[in-house]
C-alpha cells in the first residue's frame, strides 16, 4: 500500500488536468460514435487532452478486433510506435508477441492498447529516450481507455506495467503483491504483470520472459474459463 503523501501526490496530480479545464473527454466522439472503435480511433487522432501531443508523432490508439476476449493495457507507445502509429511494434512488442503465442491466446482474440496514447520522451543526442508519463497526463488520457474497455467489454484485461494498474486500479494497486493474480473487475477479470520492456531490461533475460509468460498463462486460463 502506498504511503498517505504518496496518495495524496496522486490525486494533487490527477486534479491538475481537471481544473486547468483539459483531458481527452473534451475530444471524445459524439454518443453516435461512441459505440465504434474506428470513430473513437478517429477522434483520438486529434487529442490535445494533455501537452503530450506537442512532441509526439501522432496519437497510437489501441488496435485489435472489437470483439476481442482479452486486453491488453500498456503504459504508452515507444519511439517505433510513435513513428509507425501501432501499438507494440518495438521490441517490447516483439517479446509480447511471442509470449501471447506461446501462453496459447488466439492473436486475433487480443486488442492491445495503452494508459497513455502518445510518446513522452527527452532526447539523448539524437535518440528519443522514454519518460515515465505524469499522474495528470495518465488521468488526462483515461477517457479514451474508458471508452475502450466500455466498448469492448473484454473477457480479460491484461495490465501491463505499474502505469497501466494505476490507470485501472489507483495508486493504491501493488504490482509486485498481486502479480499474476486473477481479479474480478466488473464484467471481466484483470491479469496484472510487468511491461514486457522489464523483461529486456532484466539481468537475466531469460529467467524474467518465463515469469512474463507463466502470468500470460494465467490470463489465458482465464479466458477459456469464463
Known sequence: MPDEAESTAWQE????????????????PD??????????????????????????????????GADARYVFVGEQPGDQEDRQGHPFVGPAGRVLDRAIAEAGIERDAVYLTNAVKHFKFTYKGKRRIHQKPSAAEVSACAPWLDAELRLLHPEVTVILGATA??????????????RGEPMPHGETTLVATVHPSAVLRAPDRDEAYQEFLADLMVAAREGVTR
Request: hydrophobic letters at 40%; aromatic letters at 6%.
Open 13 to 28: 496530480l490527477t486534479s491538475v488536468a481537471k481544473q486547468a479545464n483539459t483531458g481527452a473527454e473534451h475530444f471524445l
Open 165 to 178: 494498474a494505476r490507470a485501472l486500479l489507483g495508486p493504491s494497486f501493488r504490482l509486485t503483491r498481486h
Open 31 to 64: 454518443r453516435s460514435g461512441m459505440s465504434d472503435i474506428a470513430a473513437l480511433r478517429a477522434a483520438a487522432a486529434h487529442c490535445q487532452g494533455c501537452d503530450l501531443y506537442r512532441d509526439a508523432t501522432q496519437t497510437v490508439f489501441g488496435e485489435g
